[in-house]
């Protein structure tokens, strides 16, 4: 390991208080070699038992992406008049009202997606995956990429079957995340606002 490369704590401290969740992006394809960099980074995050079982699928065309987000809007679509909570309804509603006004509110125009999966029966999966992806998408940072956690992806991901095959999720796999990901079309100066941490100190 070369010491000499290692940023100092407050380096660290600035890098990882600045970081924020990227939804503009420009139009500009990310190298396959630096996507390639980027899943190569992320096998170095810790698994439970060390087993390693972390599968990546890079959606590398902007148009496959694109594919994507009307079969999440169906999904959406059906499950609003199912949902009890009135808030979360409506967030599924508004969701197909952007789409039909032109509107991507899911994948949001990004040229690139990357989704982690692994088998549904590994205890340590989920925790395998988010780690991982969390992984590369601060190390994507680092190399002047945006990320966003594709939330509504991942929820209809296990559960809506035409979506689950477009995905091309194995059998016996489970989507545990994954992250839009581009150059962004902006540039903030500002970190990012938070709460204070819910702690309990014993």
Same mark, same amino acid.
């Given at each position: 390991m070369q010491e000499d490369l290692l940023p100092s704590s407050?380096?660290?401290?600035?890098?990882?208080?600045?970081?924020?969740?990227?939804?503009?992006?420009?139009?500009?394809?990310?190298?396959?070699?630096?996507l390639e960099e980027l899943i190569d980074l992320g096998r170095y995050a810790p698994t439970g038992s060390n087993k390693q079982q972390v599968h990546w699928t890079v959606f590398e065309n902007a148009a496959e992406v694109r594919r994507l987000v009307?079969? &999440? !809007?169906?999904?959406?679509? /059906?499950?609003?008049p199912k949902i009890p909570d009135q808030a979360t309804a409506k967030s599924m509603e508004s969701l197909a009202l952007?789409?039909?006004?032109?509107?991507?509110?899911?994948?949001?125009?990004?040229?690139?997606?990357?989704?982690v999966h692994s088998q549904g029966d590994?205890?340590?999966?989920?925790?395998?995956? &988010? !780690?991982?992806?969390?992984? /590369?998408?601060?190390?994507?940072?680092?190399?002047?990429?945006?990320?966003?956690?594709?939330?509504?992806?991942?929820s209809a991901a296990n559960v809506y079957p035409p979506l689950r095959e477009a995905l091309g999720l194995p059998e016996g796999h489970r989507c545990f995340g994954a992250v839009m990901l581009g150059y962004p079309q902006y540039k903030y100066y500002r970190r990012p606002k938070r709460n204070a941490p819910l702690v309990t100190w014993r």
């Open positions: 407050e380096g660290v401290k600035q890098f990882l208080t600045a970081r924020r969740s990227i939804r503009r992006y420009k139009k500009e394809a990310v190298s396959h070699e630096l009307p079969l &999440v !809007i169906d999904w959406a679509r /059906l499950m609003a952007a789409w039909d006004k032109g509107e991507d509110a899911i994948l949001r125009g990004a040229p690139h997606l990357i989704m590994i205890p340590s999966a989920h925790a395998d995956c &988010v !780690i991982s992806l969390t992984y /590369l998408e601060l190390y994507a940072a680092s190399k002047g990429l945006g990320t966003c956690w594709a939330g509504y992806l991942t």
